[in-house]
């Protein structure tokens, strides 16, 4: 019979996070603080980068659970960010739209345009977007959390395109 109230009390809430959050998602700078409001509860977090010639990805997970994703991706000149957000996982291209145009986003996901420095040589557009596992995530958290991800994307490290 205890046994049985000890799994109750444990399912009925979850622990507070014990880890805690990173300052960048592989490089990219971001408030630790609005990750934090994103990520599940949980004791232990791990980064996983991961990059190939258009794309640069951070996963993070919690518990050894993927638990949230943030990509940088390069697109072709006359891309837009509702067609981003077509092939984005967790946000759809009629999602909460900002009133700039620069970034969709939903309480799952969020994409955003990158405003490099030196846009007007670039033949392509840096794309960024965010995602997590879970839907318990607030519209805001994430929208704040693209934004701050989006705009230090905008580095002369991440806007630099790779040369084949």
């Known amino acids: 019979m205890t046994f049985a109230i000890g799994i109750a009390a444990v399912g009925c809430s979850s622990p507070p996070a014990e880890y805690s959050p990173?300052?960048?998602?592989?490089?990219?700078?971001?408030?630790?603080r609005l990750l934090k409001?994103?990520?599940?509860?949980?004791?232990?977090?791990?980064v996983h980068p991961t990059s190939s010639?258009?794309?640069?990805?951070?996963r993070l997970r919690v518990d050894g659970r993927e638990?949230?994703?943030a990509t940088v991706e390069w697109w072709g000149h006359d891309t837009t960010l509702r067609?981003?957000?077509?092939?984005?996982?967790?946000?759809?291209?009629?999602?909460?739209?900002?009133?700039?145009?620069r970034y969709i986003y939903s309480n799952t996901g969020a994409v955003g345009t990158v405003n490099c420095p030196n846009q007007g040589g670039l033949k392509d557009k840096l794309f960024a977007s965010v995602r997590v596992t879970h839907d318990d995530a607030a519209e805001s958290d994430m929208k704040k959390l693209i934004t701050a991800y989006t705009?230090?994307?905008?580095?002369?490290?991440?806007?630099?395109?790779p040369r084949l």
């Open 67 to 69: 638990a949230f994703s």
């Open 151 to 161: 705009e230090s994307a905008a580095s002369p490290k991440e806007c630099t395109k």
């Open 83 to 101: 067609r981003v957000a077509e092939d984005a996982v967790a946000v759809e291209p009629f999602d909460e739209m900002t009133k700039d145009h």
């Open 53 to 58: 010639t258009w794309n640069k990805r951070c």
């Open 37 to 46: 409001a994103v990520l599940p509860a949980g004791q232990h977090i791990s």
């Open 22 to 32: 990173p300052d960048s998602l592989c490089g990219i700078a971001v408030p630790a």
